[in-house]
């Protein structure tokens, strides 16, 4: 499988705006996270990951094993529990994230030096760009 461990600054961004409008993101905290670069470390050990997404503002942790349900609190983003789990499909990390939101989960997979994150929630596409630092 890809090699996702290391650390990763994100490059761009495409309609994150409307991946937090989606999640019911207030105003204040959809106009700073729309500025940040945030920065992700993924460490990959088999099928165990732990990813941490930091930035100046606020940090989001998650630790997982694949094909292995969790509970996610999503705390600092919208605090909406849900039951994740994460599989493979070929070479992407594939989470479907269940809850209140419908649709709501999201792809990570490498192109070369870059990592991409597709996020989704409901009818909305965000999707981020990472290069490794
Ligand atoms: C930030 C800043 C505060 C507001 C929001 C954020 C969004 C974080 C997201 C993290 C996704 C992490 C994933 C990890 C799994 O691999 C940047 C913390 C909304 C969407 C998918």
Redesign the pocket.
């Known amino acids: 499988p890809a090699d996702f461990n290391g650390t990763w600054n994100l490059v761009r961004s495409e309609n994150f705006e409307g ?2 409008l989606a ?1 019911g ?1 207030d105003f204040a ?1 959809r106009k ?2 729309k500025m ?1 670069k ?1 920065q ?1 470390v993924i460490k990959q050990e088999g099928d165990s990951f732990t ?1 941490s ?1 930091t ?1 100046t ?4 942790f ?1 630790q997982f094993k694949i094909g292995e349900e969790f509970e996610e609190d999503n705390k ?2 919208d605090n909406r529990k849900c039951k994740s789990v994460v599989t493979w499909d070929n070479e992407k990390l594939v ?1 479907v994230q269940t809850g209140e939101k419908k649709n709501r989960g ?1 792809t ?1 997979w490498v192109e070369g030096d870059e990592l991409y ?1 597709e ?1 989704r929630c409901e009818g909305e596409v965000s999707t981020q760009v990472f290069k490794r630092a």
């Open positions: 991946y937090m999640l993101i905290t700073i996270a940040l945030p992700k990813i997404t930035s503002f606020r940090n989001y998650v600092g983003l989470c999201w990570h994150l996020l």
